[in-house]
């Protein structure tokens, strides 16, 4: 049965009701959820034109007296939901690191789609009767799909949907984690089945609508959980502001190479290895654990960002990827307050036997940080001069010591207090000329006089 057929006899719109109001419950639902997420933004979008669409377009249109020529501008919400679906799949692939893959001939398609969508709007506005006759419904009657009044409306609209195909499989190249993937293949599920829902016969518009919905509710209630999972693993490592950058503006974007002037705080234990060869297994572990969280809680509330756990080691930036200009004062005020939680962890773990310490290096310079890697595995890395020298005083620092170099003490300012340091003699550094002025930052009184 097709749209002319409909017309003729009272329809029962409550399946389509039901399928409009699902709709928007999940377009209220991807905006509660995370609405600062573009990516929410566009989906929750999607789903909120996808059940006016349905409700003017089947609901209204079929049980109310509605002029021929309005019905022709009830065209205009399908196509912004397909616009906004396109554009979902484009802000999905700006937080997807391409790597040395060119990404234009997707970004080209998914503008194209969108272009091919207000086609269909001119079209349904120019020739609304064709629409209702040959274009919605169109399976009931096969003949139908070969005239040419059906091809004016199938073409922008399967166009469309051919084009957010292309563009996901494309994406798929890039080898997303498989949050990202379990997200971009349910809406791969779900598309063919709304594109369909034009032209099967009305008694079945609703059902190839509910199932794609359900689809993508599926991948996208997966995707959240997985997300949820990884954000609350890796928040205690990785500075908030990194993850707001990144939900806001996307992964490409926040990690793009560039030199910036940070500072960068290594730590080390003491006495480690021994212990790892005394100890089992599972202990190691559970006391690199405690160690791990002690001093990622400490960075957390820095706002800084753990480049790199290697074993017992850790290297932390300060003020990359979101610059600081305060930088080596909170770098500092962090490696004594990392002391200070690892020197609890070690404590307990430590015995008479097999002691166990805590030995820090901070330096500060301009670094090029940025994204290293193949297509299929990414790592935010920073390199330059200042990385090797907290390396390296951090190699040199006895248990409990935090050596500053001479440059992060004096990019302190007057918010150092200069009884907290201890100045120590130059040490040769290789890749430096001269010897290295450096200090070590006193136990008993914090470095800054004032936050």
Do not use: N
């Given at each position: 049965m097709n749209r002319t057929d409909v017309l003729a006899a009272p329809p029962d719109v409550t399946p389509h009701i039901l399928v409009c109001l699902v709709a928007l419950g999940m377009a209220l639902a991807f905006i509660s959820a995370d609405r600062q997420s573009p990516t929410s933004r566009w989906l929750a979008a999607t789903f909120a034109f996808i059940g006016i669409a349905i409700d003017l377009n089947i609901v209204v249109a079929l049980t109310w007296s509605v002029p021929l020529w309005v019905q022709g501008f009830f065209a205009i919400p399908e196509t912004l939901s397909m616009i906004a679906l396109l554009e979902w799949i484009y802000r999905v692939r700006l937080t997807v690191p391409a790597g040395n893959l060119d990404t234009r001939t997707g970004d080209i398609a998914l503008r194209a789609g969108q272009g091919a969508a207000i086609l269909y709007s001119v079209a349904s506005i120019t020739w609304p009767g064709w629409r209702n006759q040959y274009f919605f419904g169109a399976l009931a009657t096969p003949d139908t799909l070969l005239r040419l009044e059906f091809w004016v409306f199938a073409l922008p609209v399967f166009f469309s949907g051919l084009a957010g195909v292309a563009s996901m499989l494309l994406l798929l190249n890039r080898r997303p984690d498989r949050p990202e993937r379990i997200r971009v293949l349910a809406m791969l599920g779900a598309i063919p089945f709304w594109a369909l829902s034009f032209v099967v016969p009305y008694e079945f518009t609703a059902i190839f609508m509910i199932v794609g919905e359900v689809i993508l509710?599926?991948?996208?209630?997966?995707?959240?959980?997985?997300?949820?999972?990884?954000?609350?693993?890796?928040?205690?490592?990785?500075s908030p502001q990194v993850a707001e950058l990144v939900r806001k503006r996307g992964l490409q974007h926040a990690m793009q190479e560039n030199l910036q002037e940070i500072t960068i705080v290594c730590c080390d234990l003491r006495g480690f290895t021994p212990y790892a060869q005394a100890q089992p297994s599972s202990e190691v572990l559970r006391v690199l654990r405690e160690y791990y969280d002690a001093v990622g809680a400490v960075v957390a509330d820095y706002g800084a960002t753990i480049k790199d756990f290697a074993g017992d080691g850790i290297l932390i930036l300060v003020g990359a990827p979101l610059a600081q200009a305060d930088h080596a004062r909170v770098g500092v005020e962090l490696a004594r307050r990392a002391r200070a939680a690892a020197r609890e962890v070690?404590?307990?773990?430590?015995t008479e036997r097999l002691p166990l310490g805590i030995g820090i290096g901070v330096a500060s310079g301009a670094v090029t940080v940025g994204v290293i890697g193949s297509s299929g595995r990414f790592e935010y890395t920073a390199v330059g001069p200042a990385v090797n020298l907290a390396s390296r005083l951090c190699e040199l620092a006895r248990d409990g010591e935090v050596l500053l170099a001479?440059?992060?003490?004096?990019?302190?300012?007057?918010?150092?207090?200069?009884?907290?340091?201890?100045?120590?003699?130059?040490?040769?550094?290789?890749?430096?000329?001269?010897?290295v002025a450096l200090f070590n930052l006193q136990d008993s009184l914090p470095l800054a006089s004032a936050a």
């Open positions: 509710f599926v991948g996208a209630t997966q995707y959240h959980v997985l997300q949820g999972q990884r954000g609350q693993f890796m928040s205690r490592f990785l070690v404590r307990r773990a430590g001479a440059e992060t003490v004096e990019r302190c300012g007057d918010c150092r207090d200069d009884r907290a340091l201890e100045q120590r003699r130059p040490v040769e550094v290789k890749g430096y000329a001269e010897p």
